[in-house]
């Protein structure tokens, strides 16, 4: 009983751990990276003492923005404007990033691992429902950032916590349709098992993933996720050129900050959800259980360990690559207007996933699952 | 479900409840009526309705309540100058529906089978069982009240529909 809440208990810190921390690097990344996209140098001060330069290592600012960012935000005042309600303009921010951040519990980071005479679900909760978990978490998201812009009494903030629950509200249709697919594809909410369900090959070479069988899912999940964590195009509740920052243009410090890194663990979310639902989260092709099957005939046996913890580090990647599409996206394209932005959702989307919806359906009344 | 997550729950949902009709300022009645949704949610599934926990949790604090707010914000609501609003009819039959919902309520859980160690039936709550009852024992009923649901959308889209071809509504006199 004791082992088993330990190492409950070591799963949850871990998955927070990683998340924020990748929170972290992603703000270097994106400094960096926009850097890398617009050709300019991006931040480069705030080395330690000048070492790196010393020793010949390039400066790439990861100090900068990793550590003295932070540093700063939560040293700066924390203001509330006159006449704001000051309960829930202090709350707002946090209930905007705990939703987020719980959703993590329910995403697979590995397969199981076997160790002591246990075997360990490579997983913060095993939930059967775990698919209507994550969409339950992202509609109660919405309240962060619809109280944050109403209760700063400042209208550029009202506008954007309004622009922000709109947008936020349809496009949670479309992530909805896309996971319908999903779920009646692999016949299971349960999103360990939809991981599983993507093990193996076709054909002798090519991964069963999720992506092959539900192309379009993916597009709609991917574009109505970037929505949901509204960024560029989509970051029309804080666009700074009309609305000053939208909802949290009244927001300093510590309670400034957890509104971006709940826009940084969106990110991280989206990329999660596409890396599970549609690349096979953990799996790494041609691996199995007992080790590499390659095509051709070739087997190379692995212990357990060496098997979890190759998932472990497939899914970081496919993680980290998902998001670095996002930062890519976000510096490519320009903002959407309004109206576009709602003629997209619900005109584009909406239809578009029922269609997918339809089609799934025949196919698999017909033919059957994959499996 | 221990008892004192049960208790603890139960004053929760019940607390915000009070805090819906007792605040003035009608947002935060909103954000209480939230939190009374997710304690219910969360009884529901500590109770074995897991997959009706989760879409009270979607559906109702994750949907509904954001179109509450839109509502308030629409309407521009402002908090209630004191607590003694409302008519004295209003009351009075708020109460007798009050009374009312109390003793249904009573008269139901007099007729509730006694004991302590009550079995739910195997699957219970499952999202197959739900799929089942819906898409297989109530199919008509269920088709029915989508039916309705949708000529109520189809309805208050055509009310709110401006005819083609005329004006922007006139602008509320005072603003640009």
Redesign the interface.
Known sequence: MLTELLIAAIKVIAVLVVVLSLGLVLMWFERKGSALIQDRVGANRAAVTGLGARIGIPNLGFINTALADPIKMFTKEDMVPEGA?HF?HTLAPFLSLLPVLITFAVIPFGDTLRAGGMTINLQAADL??GL??V??T???G??GT??GG?ASNNRWA?LGA?RA??QM?SY?LALGLAVIAVVMTYGT?DLQAIVRGQGGVWFGWLPRWGVMLQPVAFILLMTAGMAESKRVPFDLPESESELVAGYFTEYSGGKHAAFMLTDFVEVILVAALATTLFFGGWQVPYLYRDGFHLPGGAFLALPNAAVAIFGVVAFMIKLVAFCWLQILIRWTLPRFRYDQLMRLGWKGLVPLGLLNVLATAFVVVAFGGPH | MPLWLFGFLAALSIVSALGVILQANPVHSLLALVMTLLAVAVLFIGLGAVTLGFIQAIVYAGAIMILFLFVIWLLNLQAEAGMAGGRLAGKFFGAIAAAALMGELFAILSRAPSGANLEAPAGYGSIHNLAMLLFADYLVAFEVTSFLLLAAVVGSVALARRPAGSAAPPRAAGSR
């Open positions: 309600d829930l059967n429902v209507l978990y969409l339950a992202i509609g109660i919405v309240y619809a109280l109403w009202l309004i629950s709109a509200i949670e909410l």
